[in-house]
């Protein structure tokens, strides 16, 4: 009798119990133990952000022996080169137009950025009122998109 336990299977003609087939289930098991832990492994590489079909990043994957979490797999990247700081690398700035700049300036010299609270609103409907009567009263709340029933 050979001492080769690959088969997964058990006898069939064999008790259950028996020295081979608890052999076969303690391989099938250590088969499925080394598998788990691989897939288990893949899983926080690729939480962190890690490209598991990048040639560069397997040295890092299989080299790294730290806690199988996204934040130290990462940490630990970053402190060995294999990946950019985010802070670091600041995304790319579009070429500036300057012609278009300068007239958005112009266009905004001078102008006051309009304070939108409520406070503000209700301080313009009354001096609108104040000032200006009933019309105008009605022409700043259109302004603010309030709907108003007399529509003429």
């Known amino acids: 009798m050979s001492d080769n336990y690959t088969d997964d299977d058990f006898d069939s003609n064999e008790d259950e119990n028996s020295i081979p087939n608890l052999r076969r289930a303690a391989n099938k098991s250590k088969k499925l133990e080394a598998e788990l ?3 288990k492994r893949e899983l926080a590489f690729a939480r962190a952000g890690i490209t598991l079909d990048d040639p560069r990043m397997s040295y890092f994957i299989k080299g790294y022996e730290g806690e199988l979490e996204a934040d130290a797999i990462k940490a630990a990247a970053i402190e060995a080169g294999f990946l950019a700081n985010q802070q670091e690398a600041a995304p790319e700035q579009p070429p500036v137009n300057a012609e278009g700049q300068q007239r958005v300036m112009a266009a905004s010299a001078g102008a006051m950025p309009e304070d939108v609270t409520e406070e503000a609103a209700l301080s313009r409907m009354e001096t609108a009122m104040e000032e200006g009567g009933v019309e105008a009263f009605l022409d700043v709340v259109r ?6 029933g007399i529509e003429q």
Do not use: A
Not at 143 to 148: K, R, S, T, W
């Open 37 to 39: 832990n691989s897939l």
């Open 143 to 148: 302004q603010y998109g309030i709907p108003i």
